[in-house]
Each structure stands twice: as C-alpha cells, then as structure tokens.
T-cell receptor, first 115, second 115 residues
Framework: AQTVTQSQPEMSVQEAETVTLSCTYD???????LFWYKQPPSRQMILVIR??????QNATENRFSVNFQKAAKSFSLKISDSQLGDAAMYFC????????????FGAGTTVTVRA | NAGVTQTPKFQVLKTGQSMTLQCAQD?????MSWYRQDPGMGLRLIHY???????DQGEVPNGYNVSRSTTEDFPLRLLSAAPSQTSVYFC??????????????FGNGTRLTVT
C-alpha cells in the first residue's frame, strides 16, 4: 500500500481565518488521484476535494483549495474563511489510477475552530 | 436516495463471539469495500470486491470474511471476535472500471467494541 503521511495530528484556527493541512505521499507512479475527506463528529465521511495527478491546476471547491506539488509529492488543503462547521477530522487519501479503487489514507488531522 | 447503508450502528461483543456487519448500496456500484478506522492510523482496507462473486483481501484481512452474492450487498463477518477488532468499521462503494476519479461513497459506520 502507498504511504500517506499527515504530520499534523491537530490544528486550531480562529473563525474566519485560514488554516492549511499538510499531506505527503510516497509513490513511484505517475498517474494517480488524491482526495481530502472530512469526518465531522457524526462520523460520516464527506468528500471535500479531489485532484488528478496529471492536471497541473490546483483543484478548488468554494472555500477549500489544494496546493498540489507533484515533484515534492505534497498535497496540502487550505480552508479559507474558516467556519464553525469546518471543525472535523480531515483525511488525505491516495488512489492509484492503473491499479484499482483501493484508497490509502493518512492518519488524519483534527481541526478545531475557535469562535 | 439511501446510498450506502450499514447496520448496526453500534455493537458490543464478547471475545469469541461471531457476528456479521451488513452493508447495502442502491447505486449499482461495482466496487465495494470495508475499512476499519483506529485512532492515529486512519482507515485501513480489510476486504474489497470488484463485482458479484469476486472478493479480495486488503491490508488487514485476518479475522474477517466477506462474500458478494449480489451487486447490492457486501457483508463483513467476524469469525471469532477479539479485543483487537474493537474499531469503527466503514463500508464504501464506487462505480466501476471506467471511473477512476469517482470518489468512494461511505456508509455511516459501525462502532464495534469487543470485551
């Protein structure tokens, strides 16, 4: 399985501020997909954003954006204008395109939003 | 629109007992999988299936069995529960081979405690 590393177990952000979550991965493949999932206290896994490795343009979904650095094997998530509802655990995940549908997950980062 | 349905939501077992976690999806997804979530370890793949009648092992398959008799259902069986199987279990599904960027759709999870 691919190795996905999230080096920040916890992050705290003031409401309306910006927070960046880091993710690095180890792979020898050139084509793959990367995902960020959000898990609020309800335990539900919610897709936040996805990135295709062969696309150089960074993906954006409303207040969520990524900084994809393919050479550095880095895939960070930026949450802008943080809201109380953003409080959750965030997981970075990797999927190999030519292989199958198995996802390799990082250990997760817990985000706390201060009012 | 039910999506992925998991039952039960909570379960307590004694060591040595067996049980089946149920998973059903109504999206005609070919791929289904089971993950377990443990603190500090993210989600790890237990078993997966690429279609009815086809199953394969993931990263942590020991102590678990699966079968896929229909496209809709993918039950996970614990043969003889052990305290090490205390975890939160997720079922997830996605479309078939033409949709590599299709995200996983997750059920709401089952919290299992083995005493």
């Amino acid at each position: 399985a691919q190795t996905v590393t999230q080096s920040q177990p916890e992050m705290s952000v003031q409401e309306a501020e910006t927070v960046t979550l880091s993710c690095t991965y180890d792979t020898s493949e050139s084509d793959y997909y990367l995902f960020w999932y959000k898990q609020p206290p309800s335990r539900q896994m919610i897709l936040v954003i996805r990135q295709e490795a062969y696309k150089q343009q960074n993906a954006t979904e409303n207040r969520f954006s990524v900084n994809f650095q393919k050479a550095a094997k880095s895939f960070s998530l930026k949450i802008s204008d943080s809201q109380l509802g953003d409080a959750a655990m965030y997981f970075c995940a990797y999927r190999s395109v030519p292989n199958d549908y198995k996802l390799s997950f990082g250990a997760g980062t817990t985000v706390t939003v201060r009012a | 629109n039910a999506g992925v349905t998991q039952t039960p939501k909570f379960q307590v077992l004694k060591t040595g007992q067996s049980m089946t976690l149920q998973c059903a999806q109504d999206m005609n997804h070919e791929y289904m999988s089971w993950y377990r979530q443990d603190p500090g370890m993210g989600l790890r793949l237990i078993h997966y299936s690429v279609g009815a009648g086809i199953t394969d092992q993931g990263e942590v398959p020991n102590g678990y069995n699966v079968s896929r008799s229909t496209t809709e259902d993918f039950p996970l069986r614990l043969l003889s529960a052990a305290p090490s199987q205390t975890s939160v279990y997720f079922c997830a599904s996605t479309r078939g081979t033409s949709s590599y960027n299709s995200p996983l759709h997750f059920g709401n999870g089952t919290r299992l405690t083995v005493t």
